[in-house]
């Protein structure tokens, strides 16, 4: 099993910044694509970005595109999300995943608990 266990979600007015971290365990970090999603109360789960196993590869969601960044740092297994010129509508419970490179859901074999997003106006 591959543990993820979500950091760094609050509370930011709108136009702020967060960085969301995500620690892995369990199993080798390095051969998995990682991702973040993300999820309003009474929504799906939507697709935010992902990176490839190598970190050479990124894509993101068009409402997210030239403001979220997607990093990876195998040598401390972790995923990080820079999230800039926070929006309202980027509120949420924000979700890790690992698993196979893809922007659905069904890519993803690992999932963390998630951490709150707040984005006040």
């Known amino acids: 099993q591959v543990q993820l266990v979500e950091f760094g979600g609050g509370l930011v007015q709108a136009g702020g910044s967060l960085r969301l971290s995500c620690a892995a365990s369990?199993?080798?970090?390095?051969?998995?694509?990682m991702a973040w999603f993300r999820q309003a109360p009474g929504k799906e789960r939507e697709f935010v970005a992902t990176?490839?196993?190598?970190?050479?590869?990124?894509y993101y969601a068009g409402s997210v595109r030239g403001r979220f960044t997607i990093s990876r740092d195998d040598a401390k297994n972790t995923v990080y999300l820079q999230m800039n010129s926070l929006k309202p509508e980027d509120t949420g419970v924000y979700y890790c995943a690992a698993g196979r490179y893809g922007i659905t859901s069904s890519a993803y074999d690992y999932w963390g608990q998630g951490t709150q997003v707040t984005v006040s106006s």
């Open positions: 990176i490839d196993w190598s970190g050479g590869i990124t």
């Open positions: 369990g199993r080798t970090f390095s051969r998995y694509a």
